[in-house]
Nanobody
Framework: QVQLVESGGGLVQAGGSLRLSCAAS????????MGWFRQAPGKEREFVAHITRIVKNTYYADSVKGRFTISRDNAKSTVYLQMNSLKPEDTAIYYC????????????WGQGTQVTVSS
C-alpha cells in the first residue's frame, strides 16, 4: 500500500509561483508512474501532468503546458509540480497519484493540497 502526502499549496497572486511536493511511502517509488490532477469548485477532477517512472518522460494538459513542470526524485520518493505564471483559473485542490501500469487508472491518491490564485 502506497501512501501519498502532498504539500506546498497556499495563496498566491496571479503571475506568482508555487512548488508542490508529493512524498510517497510504503512502496518502491521508482516502480510507479506519477501524476498530478486538480479539482476546482463545482468541476470534475482533471489531469494536469504525468511523469514516467524511470525514463521520466513528461506529459501535460494543454492548459498548463509551458507554465508547469513535473519532476521526480526517486532517491527521495518525491514528485514535484513547479507552477509558474499562475492564473486565477489554476485555483483548485491538487492531488498526486501513482500507478504501477503504463496506462489506465491510477492506483493510489493523496489527500490533496489547496492552491488559491488571487487576481
Amino acid at each position: 500500500q502506497v501512501q501519498l502526502v502532498e504539500s506546498g499549496g497556499g495563496l498566491v497572486q496571479a503571475g506568482g509561483s508555487l512548488r508542490l511536493s508529493c512524498a510517497a511511502s510504503g512502496g518502491t517509488f521508482s516502480s510507479y508512474n506519477m501524476g498530478w490532477f486538480r479539482q476546482a469548485p463545482g468541476k470534475e477532477r482533471e489531469f494536469v501532468a504525468h511523469i514516467t517512472r524511470i525514463v521520466k518522460n513528461t506529459y501535460y494538459a494543454d492548459s498548463v503546458k509551458g507554465r508547469f513542470t513535473i519532476s521526480r526524485d526517486n532517491a527521495k520518493s518525491t514528485v514535484y509540480l513547479q507552477m509558474n505564471s499562475l492564473k486565477p483559473e489554476d485555483t483548485a485542490i491538487y492531488y498526486c497519484a501513482a500507478r504501477a501500469s503504463s496506462v489506465g487508472a491510477y492506483d493510489y491518491w493523496g489527500q490533496g493540497t489547496q492552491v488559491t490564485v488571487s487576481s
